[in-house]
Structures are given as C-alpha cells and as structure tokens.
C-alpha cells in the first residue's frame, strides 16, 4: 500500500514536469496549427543556462533562473521568427515544418553535446534537497516546488487564456484563423504571443527536471516526446486535455514499472503514443473537433 | 592506405542508396510521409543478425530480413490507413519509437543496449566474403539491382498510379481505383529494400545496437532523400555520394570524436533546414515536398 502511494506521488511529479512541456506544446499547436518539436530547445535552453550561470559562473541562483526562463522564451521566439515563419510564408505543409522541427532538436541537442559534452551535469543546488516523510512517502521539497509551481502556472494560464484580452485573441485565432483575423486580431502577434508563453512554460519544465535531476542533452528530446505523448492522450486541441493527458502519462509509466523491468518505463509511453494516434487520435478530452 | 578506406566509403554508398531510394519511393513516388523507415532499416539489420547468429545461412538471413520489413511496413500502412498528411508522419515516427524501445527492451532476444556483436561475415556458395573487397562487389551487385527494380517500378504503369495517389487520392479514388491497396504494395516493395539494405549493415559493420536505427539516422536518411530530391532515384543516389562522402572524410579532421560526432549532426540539421526553407525541391527533385 505505502509503495502504491509512493508511486502515485511520482506519477504526480513526472506528471507536473510533463504537463509544463504539454500545455506549451499544445498552445503552440492550436494557435499555429502544425507539431513544434523544437519545443524540447526551450528545455536545454533553460537548463543549460541554469548551469552555466549558477554551476559554473557562481551567480546568484535567482538571476541564473529569471536569465534561463528569459532566454528560453526567446529561443522559442526565434525559431518561430526565422524557421517557421519563412517556411509558413512559402505555404509549406505540415509535414514540412515537422521534419524540420525535428531537426532544429537534434541541431540544438548536438550542440549542447558538443560544447558541454555528453555527460550529466549536477546543477548542485542543495538548499532544496531535504527530504520529508508523510507517512510512508518520502517526497523532497523540490517535488514539492513542482507540483505548486506548476498548479500555479496552470492556473495563471488560464485565466490568462479566459479573462484577458490577449488571451482571447488567442483562442479566438485557435478556434478559427480567418474569422479572428477579419475582426481584426493580427494572428502573427499571437503566434508570437504563444511561442513565447509555450516556451516560457517549457523553460519552467527545464528549470525543475535540472534541480530534480540532472542536465543532459537528450532532456529535451526526452521531454519533448512526453509532452507530445501528452497531449496526444488528453487531445491535443485543448490545453487542460493535455495537461490531463500529462498525469495520466506520468502515472502510467510509474505504474507500469511496478509490474514491468524499469527500462520499459520510456516504452510505455510510446506504445501508449502509437495506440492513441492509431486509435484515438483526438485524445480523450477534446471535445469536437477531428484530426483530419 | 586510401584504397581500403575508398572501398569503405563506397560499401557505405551502396547500402545507404538502397536505404535512400526505397524512402524515396514510398516519400516521394507515393506521398506517403512515412518516418518510420529508419525502423524498418533497423528490423532489418536485426533479423539478419538474429537468424546468421544463430547459424542461418547469408542468403536465407538476408531474404528474411527484407520479407520480415515488408510485412512491418505493410502493418504499418494498415494500421494507420484512416490518418492523413501529419498524423500520418507522427503515427510512423511513433512506430519508429515503439520498435526502438522493443529493440532496447526485449534483452532475451535483442541483447538491449549493448546490440549484437560478432555477426558474421556473409558466406555465398561455400565462400566466406571477408575481404571488403568482395564485400564491396555483393554490395554493388545488390544495389544495382534494387534501383533497377525501384526504377521499372516507378515508371511502370503502377509507378504512374503511385504519383497520381500522391498528387490527387480523391481524384484517383473517384476514377474507381483502390488506393489504400497501392499504399500496401509501395510500402510492402519499399519495407523489402528498407530490410536488405538493413541485412546489408549488419553484415558489414558485424554490429548493431538501437541508438543506430533512431532519431539521429532518421534525420540522416530524410537530409539524403531531401537534399537528392523528392521523386528523383538519381537525386536519391547522388545525395547518398555527397553525404557520406562528408560523414566520412569528416573523420579526419584534426578533432577528438567528441566533437566530430555532434558536429557531423549540426551539419547534417543545418544542411536539411536551408534546404528546407530555400530549396524544398532539392537537388534534382521534380516537384516540392508536400
């Protein structure tokens, strides 16, 4: 009983960390309509510079993470301004903007190998370690930072999404991109707009999967394909769908090795990607709309 | 000195030109954005490893590894017959997923991470092919043949139906043809040559692990066929000439290989992204990629 709860609190934190990556992921898609897997740079971005900055260069903490969100809003920008936008211009397809995605990832990924080398780095932020004991399940503060900043964080986007202008325009553009843009809604801005935020969320996701546990280069590969995983299960047209989908993720993989070898813990969620595209393509929380 | 490592090179050649040439003709000749090649490369490679490790002979090895492919390929296609344009892309990227995560899992069969070792040289009328050489003139023989094949395909009458399906499904399925049936034979030929070429390396190189037949090959195979150009075997070849020449030569220059292994892949992304934005069409591509 003490395990299963001790493997629920883990499926709630892998959850927090991958709904952070999904519901950028999925503002991004419903505003510009195509898979930004490039989304995974904003994470190495993020953690990387967190590195540098804290680790290595011995700055304050807090100007070393206010500087990684920063820059990882930015590298999201860019590749919006000087990857898709041009190829969005010449009407590229979908695909197109996929293939490239994918290789902006490795691009950013190789890198990051090549200037700080493959090896794990320890951010070697202590003053969060301390561990508590609650009952039977030992959860660290920094578990704790991320399951509240990123309830937070949700909270915040939502009522960003719902209650403010900007927010509006958004989702007016999300629903229907040529009705949004005869009332006068410049959809370039929003796209803009979601680049940033989405990758801002993602630099949050980078930030606390470095303090949890290390910075690699294969981060953000890694996450980027949970965060889609995600939105897949909970339905990529809707951002709380897909930050359902990212718990539900996290608690299946950490169930799932309670009964299998820990190695499959990655395999689950992408045989559970490849049966959702193949039979539940929507995912299980957006509501009308259909794929094709 | 340079003689061996010419042979090298064009060993290389050969096998990622059948490689390139049957993405090309399910990509390219058909329209079907398949991602997942570079997995049906890899099931390849281990069935042929799997079976001549055990003591199957080169010959039955290698015909199983193109057979076992196809019929990935061909469930591939089937399974993901109701998605269209990107969904299609992801279904076939999550496939390529889902198979390295097996290859990396199931350890009684696939040894997990540390791959196959030790995979015999191939034996072809009680005559062991160890010198590259020799290895050379089976591998040209092979590759001459496939896109010989590949090339009377594309221009036979199905050949034509498979370029029609890519620009027009609706219209062709309004002509009466069954197009969910082309799709199964291209990626039925297609999965074959995906699988010899796999047999090919495995053979070759006498190792294999997953991290081969994943995200980083499948980046490599897509920069060949589209930097060759889309619907073009010869563009598909040549690429195939300039990029391994690149990945190959870039081994001497005067860098650790830690630099040199990312460096090679920032090329490659950078190369893939210009041509992307400034010419979709490719080298000798006859139309742009859709």
């Known amino acids: ?292 | 000195m340079i003689f061996p490592y010419l042979i090298h090179i064009l060993i290389l050649i050969g096998i990622y030109s059948i490689l390139s040439v049957s993405l090309n003709l399910v990509l390219g000749y058909s329209g079907l954005l398949n991602l997942g090649q570079i997995a049906l490369f890899g099931i390849g490679a281990y069935t042929s490893a799997l079976l001549s490790t055990n003591g199957v002979p080169f010959v039955v090895s290698f015909i199983l590894a193109g057979i076992i492919s196809a019929i990935f390929g061909l469930l591939l296609v089937f399974a993901t017959k109701k998605l269209k344009g990107d969904y299609f892309a992801l279904a076939s990227l999550g496939f390529a997923f889902v198979i390295y995560s097996l290859l990396l899992n199931l350890k009684e069969i696939t040894n997990g991470p540390l791959g196959i070792t030790s995979i015999p040289k191939p034996t072809l009328f009680g005559f062991i092919i160890k010198e590259n050489f020799y290895f050379l003139l089976l591998v040209l023989i092979i590759c001459i043949i496939s896109i010989y094949i590949i090339n009377k395909i594309v221009n036979s009458g199905f050949g034509k139906l498979l370029s029609a399906m890519r620009d027009n499904e609706l219209g062709l399925k309004v002509l009466g043809k069954n197009t969910s049936k082309l799709k199964y034979k291209a990626m039925l030929i297609s999965g074959f040559f995906a699988g010899i070429s796999g047999s090919l390396y495995a053979h070759y190189i006498g190792y294999i692990e997953p991290n081969t037949f994943y995200l980083t090959e499948l980046i490599f195979i897509l920069t060949i066929v589209i930097i060759g150009g889309i619907a073009s075997i010869k563009g598909s070849v040549i690429s195939t000439f300039l990029i391994i020449a690149i990945s190959e030569t870039s081994r001497f220059l005067p860098f650790p290989s830690s630099i040199v292994g990312p460096a090679r892949q920032i090329v490659y992304s950078v190369i893939l992204l210009i041509i992307l934005i400034f010419k979709p069409r490719g080298l000798y591509g006859r139309i742009d990629l859709e």
């Open chain 1, 1 to 292: 009983m003490s395990l299963l709860l001790q493997v629920i609190v883990n499926g709630l934190i892998a959850g927090s960390i991958y709904a952070l990556v999904s519901c950028g992921f999925s503002l991004i898609y419903n505003t510009n309509r195509f898979m930004h897997f490039a989304h995974g740079v904003s994470v190495l971005v993020s953690g990387y510079i967190l590195f540098t900055l804290f680790t290595l260069l011995n700055f304050n903490f807090y100007f070393a993470l206010i500087s990684s969100l920063v820059y990882s809003s930015f590298i999201g920008f860019l590749i919006f301004r000087i990857v898709y936008l041009p190829l969005q211009n010449r009407k590229a397809s979908n695909v197109i903007l996929l293939i490239a995605s994918i290789s902006l990832l490795l691009l950013f990924q190789n890198l990051l190998q090549m200037i700080y080398g493959a090896n794990v780095k320890d951010i070697g932020f202590t003053d969060i370690k301390i561990g508590y004991e609650i009952g039977d399940v030992i959860i660290t503060q920094n578990q704790i930072i991320i399951l509240i900043i990123s309830i937070i964080l949700f909270v915040s986007l939502f009522l960003f999404m719902n209650k403010t202008k900007l927010g509006k325009n958004m989702r007016a553009v999300s629903e229907n991109k040529e009705l949004a843009s005869i009332v006068g809604i410049n959809s370039k801005k929003v796209s803009d707009l979601s680049f940033f935020i989405g990758s801002f969320l993602g630099g949050i996701a980078g930030v606390l999967i470095s303090l949890e546990q290390n910075v690699t280069p294969y981060m953000g590969t890694m996450l980027t394909i949970k965060g889609f995983t995600s939105s897949i299960i909970g339905g990529i047209f809707s951002v709380p769908g897909s930050i359902l989908g990212s718990y539900i993720l996290g608690l299946a993989e950490n169930l799932g090795i309670l009964y299998l070898p820990s190695g499959y813990k990655d395999a689950i969620s992408f045989v559970l990607l490849f049966l959702f595209l193949l039979l539940k393509p929507n995912g299980l929380f957006s509501s009308k709309r259909r794929v094709n």
